[in-house]
């Protein structure tokens, strides 16, 4: 619904919207409110709209006395709950339809006045059949090879209804979305004109008790209690040095010893730029938490304290916790000056979203892994691959001692010697999933995609691999052969070896999810990666972009992706979401993907306390990446220069 409400906003440029979940609130409460709103939106689902759990309130809107009458305008499953209410059959479609743009055939009149030849994206397995000579009357229509003509289009033949069962707020929908939206406006006008009805102004004493909604864009609800401390200043040196290697830096830094932790970011091929070591102490400040504690384990010097979470969560902690950590006046060339470095947990993100999480009992699914898991770097190492360079910095007070005894001693580095041999004991040991169970959820997932339960689903599950590798020199890090074996087989711009105790990880991948500059003109920019074709001799660039953009599947997941974090970035920065590339080819070390870019700004008016503020709440709404938060009213009320 936030995209919807983006495209109201740009259609209505002054327009005030309240976006309300279908189930919060009652029909009867509704009714109380509707007459200070100008219109509605019912948005998208998923979902039925013969499921009362799925269109909650909606139904009745429908069904609303003429006394509470305003113009109403679906999307997708809005249209078929419009439809269905008045005679209308539901059938599914014999092909589903997700992320897929099709031509729309329209009547160019009504709320597709002017609209012209245009094409849409479309969400839906389910579609209607409307009653012949019944109130629905149909609009636009669409003629699919496997479906036959597909109903896109709609008005109540007497009332200020009007539906699309497409995505008018989708980035590939063209003309049929914000000229449609206009038109939709224009009729609403033109209705209340006709009928006499005015929008009452907001009493105050109603505006200061209303819980109806949230208004759009979303208020940040990571709340930091902490004052601003005196910021702290970063201290660094540039190496002469342009002939450094990262292995070489981390094993001189000690990451061979397995019982001390450890961070590195790489970027270990092209496009990415710059590399983050991090040089730990036993004073590096580790924060850890687990989904249902009440408190946050914090370690320094081998103590570890609990700092109660009550009243507040995990983010607002966190927030917290970096406001006191200010860091200015680092090389403005780099990235990173200093921080926080570890993992999130999937989980983490799920339970934000306040679903209950089952943890399989699983042998390899050890609970003592957090889900939270970070270490404070203050004194690191950053080495620039496109230069050459190679930055040592500190953000303690006073540390310009271990900065230039550091630096002079990189300067001096010569290769490692030889690590011990590993030798194999024997193959590795695979326990994949159970066959006959993974084969049975897949069968369920196609079952929910037919249903119209979700748009996308994917389908995961845990495979552990047992390595049984000796070494006579005990102590040494197994987990930094394997990833430095790792990063020679498939070296990627976004690589890392984090070692938390207990958790070590190993990535290698060519997506970064998201990124949040500095201010000021702070962007918030991710990169979603669906798409994949293996590197061989014979694939060429044009072989690639012909089996990738021209494959509607790889396409149309992709699309899904970017929509989704439209939807997630135009909730809480506003209006200022753009899709600054859309389904290209991009060539990384083994690999071609097919790469989008959606990027958000904040306003110039937006302070430094809240920029820092919306980086967490960018974060946490992002997690898990690509889920659609379901909203199902949207209210919009029109600004008056007199209110």
Request: net charge neutral; aromatic share 8%.
């Amino acid at each position: 619904m936030s995209s919807l409400a983006a495209l109201c906003q740009q259609g209505i440029p002054n327009a005030i919207t309240t976006i309300i979940k279908n189930d919060e609130v009652d029909i009867e409460t509704l009714r109380l409110y509707l007459p200070y709103y100008d219109a509605v939106i019912v948005g998208p689902g998923p979902g039925s709209p013969e499921n009362p759990q799925d269109v909650g309130i909606v139904k009745d809107l429908w069904k609303l006395p003429d006394k509470d009458l305003l113009p109403i305008f679906g999307v997708c499953l809005g249209l078929q709950s419009l439809a269905i209410e008045h005679g209308a059959t539901l059938q599914r479609l014999t092909a589903v339809k997700h992320g897929q743009i099709s031509p729309i055939i329209h009547v160019s009149k009504d709320i597709f006045e002017n609209v012209g030849t245009t094409s849409a994206v479309r969400y839906h397995s389910l579609h209607v059949e409307l009653k012949q000579d019944g109130p629905i009357e149909e609009l636009a229509w669409t003629n699919d090879a496997e479906n036959g003509r597909v109903v896109m289009g709609v008005r109540h033949r007497s009332r200020p209804f009007w539906g699309v069962q497409y995505h008018p707020e989708s980035i590939c929908t063209d003309r049929g979305g914000l000229d449609v939206l206009c038109n939709f406006w224009r009729l609403s006008r033109e209705w209340c004109s006709q009928t006499g009805r005015r929008t009452l102004s907001w009493p105050s004493e109603l505006a200061r008790g209303c819980k109806l909604g949230r208004l759009w864009p979303y208020a940040c609800s990571i709340q930091s209690n902490a004052k601003n401390s005196k910021p702290i200043t970063a201290h660094s040196v540039k190496l002469r040095r342009s002939d450094l290697s990262i292995i070489d830096i981390c094993e001189a830094l000690g990451v061979s010893s397995e019982s001390s932790d450890f961070v590195l970011l790489e970027s270990a091929s092209q496009p990415g730029q710059f590399s983050v070591i991090g040089s730990l102490s036993p004073s590096s400040l580790r924060i850890q938490y687990r989904i249902g504690n009440t408190y946050v384990e914090v370690r320094k010097c081998g103590q570890t304290s609990h700092e109660n979470l009550d009243p507040s969560d995990i983010w607002s902690w966190l927030a917290d916790f970096m406001k006191n950590r200010n860091v200015i006046n680092g090389d403005p060339e780099i990235p990173f000056w200093g921080g926080l470095v570890g993992y999130l947990s999937y989980e983490l993100g799920v339970d934000t979203l306040k679903v209950s999480l089952k943890r399989e009992a699983k042998k390899y699914s050890d609970r003592s892994h957090p889900d939270v898991n970070l270490v404070f770097v203050e004194r690191s190492i950053v080495m620039d691959s496109k230069t050459g360079s190679t930055i040592v910095q500190s953000i303690l007070p006073r540390d310009h001692c271990w900065v230039n005894t550091m630096a002079n001693r990189l300067e001096e580095l010569g290769p490692s010697p030889p690590t011990e041999t590993w030798s194999s004991r024997g193959e590795p040991v695979v326990d994949l999933p159970d066959k006959t169970r993974y084969i049975s959820q897949i069968h369920q997932a196609k079952q929910h995609l037919a249903a119209g339960d979700s748009y996308e689903l994917c389908l995961t599950a845990q495979t552990q691999v047992s390595l049984p590798f000796s070494c006579s020199n005990k102590g040494v890090s197994s987990s930094w052969e394997h990833y430095k074996q790792l990063r020679k087989i498939n070296p990627a711009p976004h690589s890392a070896y984090l070692r938390l105790h207990p958790s070590t990880l190993l990535t290698s991948s060519p997506e970064r999810f998201l990124s949040y500059s500095r201010r000021p003109g702070t962007v918030c920019q991710l990169r979603p990666i669906k798409g994949t074709v293996r590197k061989r001799p014979h694939i060429t660039r044009a072989m690639a972009e012909e089996l990738l953009i021209g494959s509607p599947k790889e396409v149309a997941e992709n699309l899904m992706i970017v929509d989704l974090i439209r939807h997630d970035l135009h909730g809480f920065i506003g209006q200022d979401v753009q899709v600054k590339q859309f389904c290209s080819v991009e060539e990384y070390e083994t690999v071609w993907q097919l790469v989008s870019v959606i990027e958000g700004k904040l306003g110039d008016n937006t302070t430094p306390e809240l920029e820092d503020q919306l980086g967490w709440e960018v974060l946490q709404r992002c997690l898990p990446p690509g889920v659609h938060s379901t909203f199902l009213v949207e209210a919009t009320s029109h600004y008056r220069q007199e209110a």
